[in-house]
């Protein structure tokens, strides 16, 4: 779908700006916040919301095993504005904290 590959463009590409999220994304695509999740559920089996954060936290992932910045750096790259909060979402997706991922990549 078109679309879907545009919006996943796009994410990609707002990942480190911490004011997008799915209101943005519909914005700029132009399209109803209902008709962007229907879309996304029957293409990726995901909300637009957990898109956003899972590459947000695979970029996350990339950084903690390539780039020697510390977590604070990482989560900000990432577009949080909270490194808590960032630990927190960390942890629950990848089952560990990034310190502790950082440790054993």
Same mark, same amino acid.
């Given at each position: ?12 590409? !707002?990942?480190?700006?911490?004011? /997008?999220? +799915? !209101?943005?994304?519909? !914005?700029? @695509?132009?399209?109803? %916040?209902? *008709?962007? $999740? %229907? #879309?996304?559920?029957?293409?990726? &089996?995901?909300?637009?919301?957990? +898109?956003?954060?899972? =590459? %947000? @936290?695979?970029?996350?992932? #990339? @950084?903690? *095993?390539?780039?020697?910045? &510390? ?8 577009? $949080? &504005?909270?490194?808590? $909060?960032?630990? %927190?979402? /960390?942890? *629950? $997706? =990848? ?8 440790? =054993?990549?």
């Amino acid at each position: 779908d078109k679309l879907v590959k545009k919006a996943l463009e796009m994410i990609k590409a !707002e990942l480190q700006d911490p004011s /997008f999220n +799915v !209101e943005t994304l519909v !914005e700029n @695509l132009g399209i109803s %916040r209902v *008709k962007c $999740y %229907r #879309i996304f559920k029957e293409t990726l &089996n995901q909300s637009p919301s957990d +898109v956003i954060t899972s =590459f %947000r @936290l695979q970029k996350a992932e #990339i @950084l903690l *095993k390539t780039k020697k910045l &510390n977590v604070s750096e990482i989560s900000f790259e990432c577009g $949080y &504005n909270d490194p808590k $909060y960032f630990g %927190r979402s /960390f942890k *629950k $997706y =990848f089952g560990k904290s990034p310190k502790e991922y950082k440790a =054993f990549s």
